[in-house]
């Protein structure tokens, strides 16, 4: 399997993650909330740190608009989880709030698979893409531990 196989593969898990958010009334909202939030935060750090710079080393202005725009949307997708993060999933405006973000992400999500991944795969060999793998998991691992960590002490940076 290549790192973009597995790119795609956590989208999906995600995809199912916000369903089961906007499925659930109970208390459980929130707890599988943060655990998206945290698996998104992991993901899109190890994007940046792992795979981004390996078609940036490319230095083509459509590769670099591509993947700046990527950039901008993990920001943008990351704020909006940081606002719902602190309001109770019982304030009036969560669910609509979570639909807005769930709006921005899928459009992420389907313009880094229909715009991003061929182009990365393209540019990449397959025997980097199976080698970058172990290194994008370790990144995306580490980093979704350490926002699950900050969420349960109630720390959000």
Do not use: C, Q
């Not at 089961?20 to 208390?27: G, L, Q, V, Y």
């Not at 989880?81 to 609509?96: H, M, R, Y």
């Not at 880094?112 to 893409?129: D, G, N, Q, T, Y």
């Amino acid at each position: 399997m290549t790192v973009l196989d597995h790119i795609k593969e956590e989208h999906e898990s995600f995809r199912e993650k916000i369903a089961k958010i906007e499925a659930t009334t109970s208390n459980k909202k929130m707890e599988i909330f943060n655990e998206l939030f945290a698996e998104i935060h992991g993901h899109h750090e190890a994007e940046e740190k792992v795979i981004f710079p390996l078609v940036i080393d490319k230095k083509d202005e459509k590769t670099m608009d591509i993947v700046l725009e990527m950039i901008e949307e993990h920001t943008l997708v990351s704020y909006h989880f940081s606002v719902l993060e602190k309001e109770s999933v019982d304030n009036e405006t969560w669910d609509a709030k979570f639909s807005l973000l769930k709006e921005k992400l899928n459009h992420h999500l389907e313009e880094e698979e229909e715009e991003f991944l061929p182009m990365a795969r393209k540019m990449i060999s397959e025997e980097k893409l199976i080698e970058m793998l172990d290194k994008f998991e370790t990144v995306n691992e580490d980093k979704t531990k350490e926002k699950k960590k900050k969420l349960e002490r109630g720390i959000n940076v």
